[in-house]
């Protein structure tokens, strides 16, 4: 079996892509004889047929044409249009809820961050593991950017999203509007000409704009890049010349072939978005690549059983046999790079780095793992304070300029601003991320932050939580009488912070897939009078605004009403319970 390491970069994402084994002394016979073709052909049948049973038995009805819905029960302002956003919405619009869906970007920018990587960026987990609407059907276990942007805008088509959007529309004020018919308050987005709206999903993703880091010797148009950037000192004369590009310029015109073929390359940062650079790098051929990681990160396999056991751990924090996992990872990933295993930090206590190659690269040399903190940029290329492993950020250690022709910062992405958002809907101690079931406001359940607000997690962004935390924002609107009171949802964020006392970054900083799918079941089942609406918000069977449903519903919220002593809907009384759920 040829190693991993020496297999030719095109043969390597072909196996990286189909998520299978590749061996290649295979592409030695015609493909019509090759059994791996075969192999491969009924693998990807395989999964995309387990996709189509999925579709057929989740995905909400899409409207029939792009009119305006005629009897909508509600509408909602959904912010960003990345895969969340058009998420969010198209479970909106099946659901007989009318959408507005505001994008800061042009059109160019439909699937938000995707729309902006590399084009060879991809996937880190299993495609199975990021359906993140019902209606997606992969086509490969690892897609790249395109596959992704593509599905992204194929869901945006099919649910009739087009005339809902409104590009180049940044969202700049949500304001409280008058009551409606039902006594609650409704939202204006912006100067309100798009009239009120019921509730407000906010879908701004948790990358922003590249994050820029400023280093002496950095030339002043790179440090200009940057909003935060004061005037970057210049070295005393000694500046580094040559290219500085974030990693997600890496295969953009920013880096041309020359600039990196046979080139040294020297990675600032050690998250995903690093680990990804040197891939890259290498991959296009640099003639050497060095990462300067100032802190150490959990590296997992892009194993789909792996990672999906790993999400199920249900308590979302280290815990006492949490060392199995890590021990286990120690064998499996790290064997030959064991000097890379993190020190101070936990496998459950920040998101761990889903790549199969990275460590390979180190251990055959060609990329450098240095642990240590850029101090400047010489002329020549980093001046690094070279740390041992186990040391903790800024200690003092062995001074060592690591030359370069190419830096990559591989320092992230600036967190968006919720600005737009009143300041009362997050008082102190309830901010992002420490919100009611990690994603309402909890003043108001009328906004929901859907992956807008968490910090780590180990889980997937795009999965089946978008339609069930959206689905509950509808069940909220649709019936008072599941609806939570401000004091009940600090309560939930309470109760999770004493459970999680102790836990590294907050009680919500990091989470499981597995905690959070307790917490939307939870919901449930504290409290008996939102069980009957269980099927709809856990699989969205139901709710698709016909006649009899309709009628049905509103017989059922006039019932509800009278129960409690107050008039049906449409007359004013409703104000008075509806005052008491704001909390105001
Ligand atoms: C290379 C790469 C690999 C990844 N791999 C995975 C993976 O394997 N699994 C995983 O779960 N996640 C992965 N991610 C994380 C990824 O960010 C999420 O999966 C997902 O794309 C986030 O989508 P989003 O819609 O929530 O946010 P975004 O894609 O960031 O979209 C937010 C949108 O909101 C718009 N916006 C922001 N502010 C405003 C405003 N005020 N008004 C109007 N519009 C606004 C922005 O313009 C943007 O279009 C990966 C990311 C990258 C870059």
Request: aromatic share 10%; proline share 6%; charged share 25%.
């Amino acid at each position: 079996m040829i190693s991993r390491d020496v297999i030719p970069a095109s043969h390597y994402s072909l196996e990286k892509h189909s998520g299978l084994l590749f061996h290649p002394t295979m592409m030695a016979l015609p493909p019509i004889l090759n059994p791996w073709t075969t192999i491969k052909a009924i693998w990807r049948l395989c999964y995309i047929f387990v996709q189509y049973i999925v579709v057929a038995i989740f995905k909400p009805p899409p409207p029939k044409h792009a009119d305006p819905l005629p009897n909508p029960y509600g509408r909602v302002a959904v912010i960003g249009a990345g895969l969340t956003g058009v998420s969010s919405a198209a479970h909106c619009i099946a659901h007989n809820f009318e959408v507005v869906l505001f994008e800061a970007g042009s059109r160019s920018s439909l699937g938000g961050i995707w729309a902006h990587e590399n084009s060879t960026s991809g996937l880190q987990l299993n495609s199975h593991l990021y359906r993140f609407h019902p209606a997606v059907v992969w086509r490969n276990a690892f897609p790249l950017r395109d596959e992704i942007l593509s599905e992204i805008a194929r869901v945006w088509e099919e649910y009739k999203l087009e005339s809902r959007t409104r590009f180049e529309t940044r969202v700049t004020s949500v304001k409280r509007a008058d009551d409606d018919q039902f006594g609650r308050h409704q939202w204006l987005i912006n100067n309100g000409e798009e009239g009120p709206f019921s509730a407000v999903i906010v879908n701004i993703g948790t990358c922003g704009k590249p994050k820029w880091i400023h280093l002496d010797g950095m030339p002043k148009d790179k440090g200009e890049q940057t909003e935060d950037s004061d005037n970057p000192t210049e070295n005393n004369g000694s500046v580094f010349k040559k290219p500085i590009v974030h990693s997600s310029e890496l295969d953009s015109d920013a880096v041309s072939e020359e600039a990196i073929k046979g080139k040294r390359v020297v990675v600032i940062g050690s998250g995903a978005s690093g680990v990804e650079a040197v891939e890259a790098a290498i991959q296009r051929g640099a003639g050497g690549v060095v990462m300067i990681a100032r802190t150490d990160k959990w590296i997992i396999p892009r194993n789909i059983f792996f990672d999906t056991f790993l999400a199920c751990q249900p308590f979302g924090r280290e815990m006492p046999l949490s060392f199995l996992w890590e021990a286990f990872l120690k064998q499996w990933q790290y064997y030959g790079v064991k000097d890379l295993v993190p020190m101070d930090s936990g496998l459950f206590e920040g998101t761990p780095v889903v790549n199969d190659a990275f460590l390979g690269h180190v251990r055959s040399g060609a990329c450098r793992y240095i642990h240590g903190d850029p101090v400047r940029l010489t002329e020549q290329g980093v001046h690094v304070n070279v740390r041992e492993r186990g040391t903790k950020l800024d200690d003092k250690g062995r001074k060592e300029t690591i030359s370069a022709d190419l830096i990559v910062l591989a320092t992230g992405y600036e967190k968006p601003s919720i600005d737009f958002l009143p300041d009362e809907l997050f008082p102190e101690g309830y901010q992002r991320p420490d919100l009611y079931l990690q994603n309402f406001s909890t003043e108001d359940w009328s906004v929901l932050l859907t992956n807008s607000a968490y910090m780590s997690a180990i889980g997937t962004v795009g999965h089946f939580h978008i339609g069930i935390y959206t689905r509950i924002l509808l069940t909220l609107l649709l019936d008072p009488n599941t609806r939570p009171i401000p004091k009940d949802m600090k309560l939930w964020v309470d109760l999770i912070s004493f459970l999680k006392r102790g836990a590294k970054g907050g009680p919500l900083g990091f989470f499981t897939y597995a905690e959070l799918t307790i917490w939307l079941f939870m919901f449930h089942l504290f409290r008996p009078d939102r069980l009957r609406w269980l099927f709809f918000i856990m699989f969205g069977w139901g709710i698709h605004g016909d006649l009899k449903e309709r009628k049905r519903i509103k017989k059922t919220l006039t019932v509800k009403a009278s129960k409690h002593g107050e008039p049906a809907p449409k007359s004013d009384g409703g104000k008075r319970k509806i005052r008491r759920e704001k909390g105001h």
